[in-house]
């Protein structure tokens, strides 16, 4: 499990925890493996690399789902909602 927040004092840093799962569900304690601060040039990388990971975290929860089903031979329907593409934006001369 991977806990990102911001830091509220300083916008171009990240507070990043990293727990192990737990097989236990009664087990009430979960020491983080990495607790740790990243801090950035500028905001806006600070920001790039929170997006990242949750666009990361997303891809991983899919791949997941789509092994158990695959396992399970449920089939997959194709939700654009569920699939991150890339945009392109053009602009012609007489826009500007």
């Known amino acids: 499990d991977v806990k990102v ?20 569900t009664y087990v009430k304690s979960n020491p983080p493996i990495l607790n740790a601060k990243f801090t950035f040039d500028d905001h806006i990388r600070c920001m790039t690399a929170k997006q990242n990971l949750s666009k990361g975290r997303l891809r991983a929860r899919q791949i997941k789902l789509s092994k158990i089903a695959a ?6 329907t194709s ?3 569920n699939h991150i593409t890339p945009t392109r934006t053009t602009y012609s001369q007489n826009q500007f």
């Open 5 to 24: 927040a911001n830091d509220k004092e300083d916008t171009r840093s990240l507070h990043i925890t990293i727990h192990k799962p737990v097989n236990n």
């Open 71 to 76: 396992i399970l031979d449920i089939p997959q």
């Open 79 to 81: 939700n654009q909602s």
